[in-house]
């Protein structure tokens, strides 16, 4: 694994990767360390596209020395919670991405809904999510001419990312469905406020009035007391994790 530290400011340090799979894996195993009780002290955990930050090192060079010696394996990361978002396959531009996919569009709503993915980092707006999963032969360009309004809720793809808009914004990535009531993806008043926090796995669940033809799966069940119509969301994350 190609990794760069560099220190950023006085209890910092920021972990430079080759490319997000390198930065995913590595952001991984920090999780998996920490929760083993063998991290040293890090108060925060920034994962971004090709980047980690670990803030609030106690022994910032101590630990700089020793990063580049782990040994992190690549592939598969199955960390994380699962959290199961219901979406109708109504997107406006689902019959271009199944074009792109070279399939039907109950197919391209089919394969999507069938993967498991991971929140590799946040970013855009508050409760934005990059999940990555998709497999390289379905990663889509974004929109030549970007939206000027994306509506909360929408299901979309770009790159190698899929993503569930939280409030409505501005947005260029393809939009291939619709989480019914998206209002529990960000919530400054719980905590914590993101529902899709780095490392989290997402599945997509089809639901509701699913057009093109497709059968669609039960709504998933709300967990009892927790506030979030048509989602699915871990003990652990209830208990206020």
Do not use: K, N
Not at 22 to 43: D, I, K, S, T
Not at 94 to 112: I, P, Q
Not at 115 to 132: E, K, M, N, S
Not at 138 to 146: E, I, M
């Amino acid at each position: 694994m190609s990794l760069r530290v560099r220190t950023a400011g006085r209890h910092a340090l920021l972990v430079e990767f080759a490319d997000a799979e390198q930065a995913g894996a590595f952001h991984a195993e920090v999780l998996r360390r920490r929760g083993a009780g063998v991290l040293p002290p890090v108060r925060e955990i920034v994962p971004g596209a090709r980047t980690v930050l670990l803030d609030g090192v106690a022994e910032r060079d101590a630990l700089a020395r020793q990063l580049g010696e782990w040994d992190v394996p690549l592939g598969a990361v199955t960390d994380g919670d699962v959290v199961t978002i219901p979406v109708v396959y109504d997107g406006p531009d689902l019959a271009e991405v199944a074009g792109l996919w070279g399939m039907s569009e109950e197919d391209a709503a089919a394969r999507h809904a069938s993967y498991t993915y991971r929140v590799a980092f946040c970013g855009f707006a508050p409760g934005f999510g990059y999940l990555t999963g998709l497999p390289e032969e379905l990663h889509v360009p974004r929109r030549a001419t970007p939206r000027t309004r994306v509506p909360a809720g929408a299901v979309a793809v770009a790159g190698g990312y899929s993503a569930v808009y939280p409030r409505a914004t501005p947005g260029g990535w393809q939009l291939i469905g619709t989480m019914p009531d998206p209002s529990g993806l960000w919530d400054p008043l719980r905590e914590p406020a993101a529902l899709l926090a780095p490392g989290t796995r997402v599945r997509f669940a089809p639901t509701g009035s699913t057009p093109r033809g497709s059968a669609p799966d039960p709504a998933p069940q709300t967990p009892a007391g927790l506030d979030l119509p048509g989602l699915t969301r871990p003990a652990s994350e209830r208990s206020g994790r």
